[in-house]
């Protein structure tokens, strides 16, 4: 029986990160979701899709942190994710809870070379058994930092 967001049985979890898993799982998302999707930024009929899909890319950094690098969403759970981040006291609350710390988007200024692409889709498909491929039809760009790998600001 998969584990939460459909996580493969055979990736060894903790208890704690199955708890963090069923937060993100959890998380009511509805009012990004309805914003994306009345901005035509996500179509209706892959809303709820593309929601399952922004929490699993959340749960990746969470478990992959750093090995997670390379992996950014793709543009419907992108849209996604900018709702969330705008709502900032539940984004702040949920990065906190998740990560201990605030996950900040870096807008990507192009798409990623094939390689990187590949490798965060094979991340996924290594937790999770699959992607979506009408929500992940435009591939990953890179767009965020990791937490904890930050360099120092100047």
């Given at each position: 029986?998969?584990?939460?967001l459909g996580?493969?049985?055979?990736?060894?979890?903790?208890?704690?990160?199955?708890?963090t898993?069923?937060?993100?799982?959890?998380?009511?998302?509805?009012?990004?979701?309805?914003?994306?999707?009345?901005?035509?930024?996500?179509?209706?009929?892959?809303?709820?899709?593309?929601e399952?899909?922004?929490?699993?890319?959340?749960?990746v950094?969470?478990?992959?942190?750093?090995?997670?690098?390379?992996?950014?969403?793709?543009?419907?759970?992108?849209?996604?994710?900018h709702?969330?981040?705008?709502?900032?006291?539940?984004?702040?609350?949920?990065?906190?809870?998740?990560y201990?710390?605030?996950?900040?988007h870096?807008?990507?200024?192009?798409?990623a070379?094939?390689?990187?692409?590949?490798?965060?889709?094979?991340?996924?498909?290594?937790?999770?058994?699959?992607?979506?491929?009408?929500?992940?039809?435009?591939?990953?760009?890179?767009?965020?930092?990791?937490?904890?790998?930050?360099?120092p600001?100047?």
């Open positions: 029986m998969p584990g939460p996580v493969h049985d055979h990736h060894e979890l903790t208890e704690a990160q199955r708890d898993l069923r937060y993100i799982e959890r998380y009511d998302l509805r009012a990004e979701v309805e914003a994306a999707i009345e901005a035509d930024q996500v179509p209706r009929s892959d809303a709820k899709s593309a399952r899909e922004l929490k699993r890319f959340l749960a950094v969470y478990l992959e942190g750093g090995k997670a690098g390379a992996l950014a969403p793709s543009r419907e759970v992108d849209a996604l994710w709702n969330f981040i705008l709502n900032t006291r539940s984004y702040h609350r949920f990065c906190q809870a998740v201990g710390e605030y996950l900040h870096v807008p990507a200024g192009g798409e070379d094939v390689e990187k692409v590949q490798e965060g889709i094979e991340l996924v498909r290594r937790l999770f058994g699959d992607v979506d491929e009408r929500v992940w039809k435009e591939g990953f760009r890179i767009c965020f930092v990791p937490p904890k790998l930050e360099g600001t100047t």
